[in-house]
């Protein structure tokens, strides 16, 4: 079983940042190709970023130039550097794989508002 966890939430002012962090725990060699999502209550989670092993990147549009996905995979963790936050950036933000899930963990809570 694989578990998730998620940090680095919080509350941020309009133009700030905020750096989540994604561990993966449990009967894994390597975290493969990993992503990071956003729920809005109500709405459909959405894929923000994802990182393949090979360092290949993908942005969503709303969230390009702003937003950094990286890796260590030494520590089975991937990481979400959030810079010039917007208050559209408000949500619930969860890590996962690419293409199949492992069990989604709790997420972390990202408020954007002055």
């Known amino acids: 079983q694989v578990q998730l966890v998620e940090s680095g939430g919080g509350l941020a002012q309009p133009g700030g940042s905020l750096r989540l962090s994604c561990v993966a725990s449990?009967?894994?060699?390597?975290?493969?190709?990993m992503g990071w999502y956003r729920q809005v209550r109500g709405k459909q989670r959405e894929l923000v970023a994802h990182?393949?092993?090979?360092?290949?990147?993908y942005y969503a549009d709303s969230v390009k130039g702003r937003f950094t996905i990286s890796r260590d995979d030494a520590k089975n963790t991937v990481y979400l550097q959030m810079n010039k936050l917007e208050p559209e950036d408000t949500a619930v933000y969860y890590c996962?794989?690419?293409?199949?899930?492992?069990?989604w963990g709790q997420g972390t809570q990202v408020t954007v508002s002055s």
């Open positions: 996962n794989k690419i293409g199949f899930y492992w069990p």
């Open positions: 990182i393949t092993t090979g360092a290949n990147i």
């Open positions: 449990g009967s894994i060699s390597t975290i493969g190709a």
